[in-house]
């Protein structure tokens, strides 16, 4: 469903797969399914596909296929939705992370900042806390290391100053409120960019996202058989930092843990020698795939489960 969501880096991703047409997949953030499809479109009548999204908008973009399964639930919970349906191991993962286009192009869901809409930024609009309640209930210390930390942001102690200072007079429940808030230390020369790096660590924050994310790397080690591959594509510094790192030593600090004889033997071996990143045609058909950063990993046959 291109209207939903145009997908990044379909080919070279899927492609790196390395499908088997037997074989079980899983897609971690189903969305508009263009993914999917085209793995769909390489499994034999054997082959069976796991779609994960927490979005209950995308059931509607499920297809009509016996070997495909919808999860509506959050990646972070992985493993333990597919032990729930007999699934102890898969043959390849795949998360095309961040946004979609439908969330950004959605204004009720409060994603961006073009336009004025309830400040919401939930992934999983049935609960949990939203962005409003992100910018009115954190103080302003908790405001300052949000921003500094998921949005990479500099004086975010003036960011955070002004939110709160707005506020004081009247809680900030939309999006226009929340942009008009932080005007005054808004660079009038980047605006875009420094909006798109507020609304990212308030987007970050509400879904939990780098969480999540640890999460599901940690369960995908568990979840391949050997020779199996993981397969995402990163937006951001954040993402892509903690999917290099996992791909390269199999934890989050980027360094291979050692034996006894100062020997490592990291879990996965990188089938990328470094990110892939979209063409120039691809960024001029859809420009929002121009952040796009593609690894991939094949778990080691050596690794004990």
Same mark, same amino acid.
């Given at each position: 469903?291109?209207?939903?969501h %145009?997908?990044?880096?379909?080919?070279?991703?899927?492609?790196?797969?390395? #499908?088997?047409?037997?074989?079980?997949?899983?897609?971690?953030?189903?969305?508009?399914?263009?993914?999917?499809?085209?793995?769909l479109?390489?499994? +034999? $009548?054997d082959?069976s596909?796991?779609?994960?999204?927490?979005?209950?908008?995308?059931?509607?973009? &499920?297809? *009509?296929?016996?070997?495909?399964?919808?999860?509506?639930?959050n990646?972070?919970?992985?493993?333990g939705?597919?032990?729930?349906?007999?699934?102890?191991?898969?043959?390849?993962?795949l998360?095309?992370? +961040?946004?979609?286009?439908h969330?950004?192009?959605?204004?009720?869901?409060?994603?961006?900042?073009?336009?004025?809409? !309830?400040? *919401?930024?939930?992934?999983?609009?049935?609960?949990?806390?939203?962005?409003?309640?992100?910018v009115?209930?954190? *103080?302003?210390?908790?405001?300052?290391?949000?921003?500094a930390?998921?949005?990479?942001l500099?004086? %975010?102690?003036? #960011?955070?100053?002004?939110i709160?200072?707005?506020?004081?007079?009247?809680?900030?429940t939309? %999006? &226009?409120?929340?942009?008009a808030?932080?005007? !005054?230390?808004? !660079?009038k020369? *980047?605006?875009a960019?420094?909006?798109?790096?507020?609304?990212?660590?308030?987007?970050?924050?509400?879904?939990?996202?780098? /969480?999540?994310?640890?999460?599901?790397?940690?369960?995908?080690?568990?979840l391949?058989?050997?020779?199996?591959?993981?397969?995402?594509?990163?937006?951001?510094?954040?993402?892509?930092?903690?999917?290099?790192?996992?791909m390269?030593?199999?934890?989050?600090?980027?360094?291979?843990?050692?034996?006894?004889?100062g020997? %490592?033997?990291p !879990?996965? $071996?990188?089938?990328?020698?470094?990110?892939?990143?979209?063409?120039?045609? /691809?960024?001029?058909?859809?420009?929002?795939?121009?952040?796009?950063?593609?690894?991939?990993?094949?778990?080691?046959?050596?690794?004990?489960?």
């Amino acid at each position: 469903m291109s209207s939903y969501h %145009t997908p990044v880096l379909l080919e070279e991703s899927v492609g790196l797969l390395n #499908i088997q047409p037997d074989g079980c997949y899983v897609d971690l953030t189903f969305g508009g399914g263009g993914h999917s499809r085209r793995i769909l479109d390489a499994l +034999g $009548t054997d082959g069976s596909l796991y779609g994960f999204d927490q979005d209950a908008d995308t059931k509607a973009n &499920a297809p *009509d296929d016996s070997r495909f399964h919808y999860v509506e639930s959050n990646f972070r919970f992985l493993r333990g939705a597919l032990r729930l349906r007999g699934i102890g191991q898969v043959d390849g993962i795949l998360a095309d992370l +961040g946004v979609s286009s439908h969330h950004f192009d959605a204004l009720p869901r409060g994603f961006s900042f073009r336009g004025d809409a !309830p400040l *919401d930024m939930r992934m999983n609009a049935r609960g949990g806390r939203t962005a409003a309640d992100v910018v009115n209930g954190c *103080d302003e210390a908790e405001l300052g290391r949000i921003f500094a930390q998921y949005g990479e942001l500099e004086t %975010t102690w003036k #960011i955070a100053a002004c939110i709160v200072r707005a506020r004081a007079a009247k809680p900030i429940t939309t %999006t &226009a409120q929340l942009v008009a808030a932080v005007a !005054p230390c808004t !660079p009038k020369r *980047d605006e875009a960019k420094f909006l798109t790096k507020l609304f990212q660590a308030l987007r970050i924050e509400v879904n939990g996202e780098m /969480e999540a994310l640890k999460m599901a790397l940690e369960q995908s080690l568990k979840l391949l058989r050997p020779g199996g591959r993981l397969v995402v594509i990163s937006y951001h510094s954040l993402e892509d930092r903690l999917v290099k790192n996992f791909m390269r030593a199999g934890n989050f600090d980027g360094e291979a843990e050692k034996d006894f004889f100062g020997r %490592t033997n990291p !879990p996965f $071996t990188p089938v990328t020698r470094k990110a892939m990143v979209p063409s120039d045609e /691809e960024i001029a058909r859809n420009p929002r795939s121009r952040s796009a950063k593609l690894r991939a990993a094949e778990k080691r046959t050596t690794e004990n489960d």
